[in-house]
């Protein structure tokens, strides 16, 4: 628990489920005040006010589409309605289209990058206005993934957007520090959520993917939760700019775990 997250004001975009959830609990669990996002599943969203009203947090769910700048007002508006103003934003949104590429079509390319790339700008635009007129220190956390650095075939729309947002996380970085204004990313590995049940649902394919990671196991939500919140806090005062890749090793080389080359 870090006690200064108490009553903090918190925005976190795809809260409804996997680690936007695990994120929105975790933060209600230090008692903060959180916009739970969602685009599609009202149902999960309202569950995860549910658990952090009754873990002392207060919460609401929200709708809204991160790659509009429509959506992401309507998140800000509510923080402010509801809870009073604006202390941690976190662009947690994002999907996947698997697709060889000379294959992927144009409205699925502008689809990966207008959620993972697009909505991550318009999130952090929306806050950086914010904490500027209102003169506020606050923090912007983005979900960015080890495929910011690790090339992967077959989802290069998905890598070119993560790529994209550790650059823009570095420059906003510096560009608002004097402001007090810190960003950071978060770049999680093989993490357990929907947007990898089908792959570790196949018992071949988890194989794979666990041969990919140093510590041996698929990562859970919270553990990515945690990071989020040890950002959020002030015992990471002094940090800015960074990625926190929460990855069990996957971006130490592990082809070369055993010594080989
Ligand atoms: P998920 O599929 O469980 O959750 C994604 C969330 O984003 C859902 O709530 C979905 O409704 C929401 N979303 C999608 N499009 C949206 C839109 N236009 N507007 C608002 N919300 C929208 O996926 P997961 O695993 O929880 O992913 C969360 C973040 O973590 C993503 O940015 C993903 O790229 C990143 N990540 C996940 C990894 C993993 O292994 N699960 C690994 C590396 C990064």
Excluded: C
């Excluded at 959180?34 to 769910?61: L, W």
């Amino acid at each position: 628990m870090y006690t200064d997250l108490k009553d903090k004001v918190a925005v976190i975009t795809g809260g409804s489920k996997g680690i936007g959830r695990a994120i929105a609990e975790r933060f209600g669990k230090e008692h903060m005040h959180v916009v739970v996002n969602y685009n599609s599943d009202a149902t999960e969203a309202q569950q995860a006010v549910d658990v952090i009203v009754k873990n002392g947090g207060q919460a609401v769910s929200v709708y809204g589409d991160v790659s509009t700048e429509h959506g992401v007002q309507g998140l800000l508006d509510a923080a402010i309605k509801h809870f009073g103003g604006l202390d941690v934003w976190v662009n947690n949104a994002g999907m996947e289209i698997q697709a060889p590429t000379h294959e992927l079509s144009l409205a699925d390319w502008n689809k990966v990058i207008s959620i993972n790339e697009t909505g991550v700008f318009l999130g952090a635009k929306t806050a950086l206005r914010y904490f500027k007129e209102n003169h506020k220190p606050g923090d912007i956390i983005n979900m960015s993934s080890v495929h910011e650095q690790i090339p992967w075939p077959t989802f290069a729309s998905y890598a070119a957007a993560k790529g994209a947002v550790k650059l823009f996380t570095q420059s906003i970085a510096m560009e608002y520090a004097k402001d007090n204004i810190r960003v950071n990313g978060i770049g999680p590995g093989a993490i357990n959520t929907p947007i990898n049940a089908e792959k570790l649902a196949d018992k071949e394919q988890y194989a794979q993917t666990v041969a990919m990671v140093p510590m041996d196991r698929i990562g859970k939500p919270e553990e990515v939760a945690a990071a989020a919140a040890w950002l959020a806090s002030s015992e990471s005062s002094y940090v800015t700019g960074i990625t926190l890749f929460v990855d069990g090793g996957m971006t130490l080389y592990p082809a070369f775990k055993d010594g080989q080359g």
